[in-house]
T-cell receptor, first 110, second 115 residues
Framework: KNEVEQSPQNLTAQEGEFITINCSYSVGISALHWLQQHPGGGIVSLFMLSSGKKKHGRLIATINIQEKHSSLHITASHPRDSAVYICAVKRASGTYKYIFGTGTRLKVLA | DTEVTQTPKHLVMGMTNKKSLKCEQHMGHRAMYWYKQKAKKPPELMFVYSYEKLSINESVPSRFSPECPNSSLLNLHLHALQPEDSALYLC??????????????FGPGTRLTVT
């Protein structure tokens, strides 16, 4: 079992829909990152969370440390949101290394 | 400037060639990383440099040779690669140290094909 699990693995939505991507982890962490990777490769950092909730534009990320769970929400989804969304955590013991989830492939149809 | 740049964007090389990948950042970060990413898989850490010194080598074969000539530049020298080394190679940078909240900034990657 992976230490970081994401669901769903694949998601197709219609433009305008509200989207939720989930991330659950089994290790002690102090930081969780949500990353976005478009076809063609480059990775963009969306949020870094250690508690609570963050919002940027149409994106909202929440984390519940006790339940070891984070969600990424996209409101009013748009075709340009189509990408792979990756959850990555760092162990509480202190490390350079991310533990990556397997990613959620999102396709938003016009 | 929050940009990490990588050159080239695409590289095709034969198994006997020697080539280099380059990465540059001007954010004052003193930690730099190389990752390898195969299709539909998450990135795999290869190397970490901290203050221009190699800090982590994730048991990477010696046909991959990293170099950090200064605090802004990171190179990955390639020699005698195998077709299974074909992948997207990503560079990242961050503040140095193992502090948990230091996030990494990624470059656009170099798509490598070994023939």
């Amino acid at each position: 079992k992976n230490e970081v699990e994401q669901s769903p693995q694949n998601l197709t939505a219609q433009e305008g829909e509200f989207i939720t991507i989930n991330c659950s982890y089994s290790v002690g962490i102090s930081a969780l990152h949500w990353l976005q990777q478009h076809p063609g490769g480059g990775i963009v950092s969306l949020f870094m969370l250690s508690s609570g909730k963050k919002k940027h534009g149409r994106l909202i990320a929440t984390i519940n440390i006790q339940e070891k769970h984070s969600s990424l929400h996209i409101t009013a989804s748009h075709p340009r949101d189509s990408a792979v969304y990756i959850c990555a955590v760092k162990r509480a013991s202190g490390t350079y290394k991310y533990i990556f989830g397997t990613g959620t492939r999102l396709k938003v149809l016009a | 400037d929050t940009e990490v740049t990588q050159t080239p964007k695409h590289l095709v090389m034969g198994m006997t060639n020697k080539k280099s990948l380059k990465c540059e950042q001007h954010m004052g970060h003193r930690a730099m990383y190389w990752y390898k990413q195969k299709a539909k898989k998450p990135p795999e850490l290869m190397f970490v440099y901290s203050y221009e010194k190699l800090s982590i080598n994730e048991s990477v074969p010696s046909r991959f040779s990293p170099e950090c000539p200064n605090s802004s530049l990171l190179n990955l020298h390639l020699h005698a690669l195998q077709p299974e080394d074909s992948a997207l190679y990503l560079c990242a940078s961050s503040q140095p140290g193992r502090e948990l909240t230091y996030e990494q900034y990624f470059g656009p990657g170099t798509r490598l094909t070994v023939t």
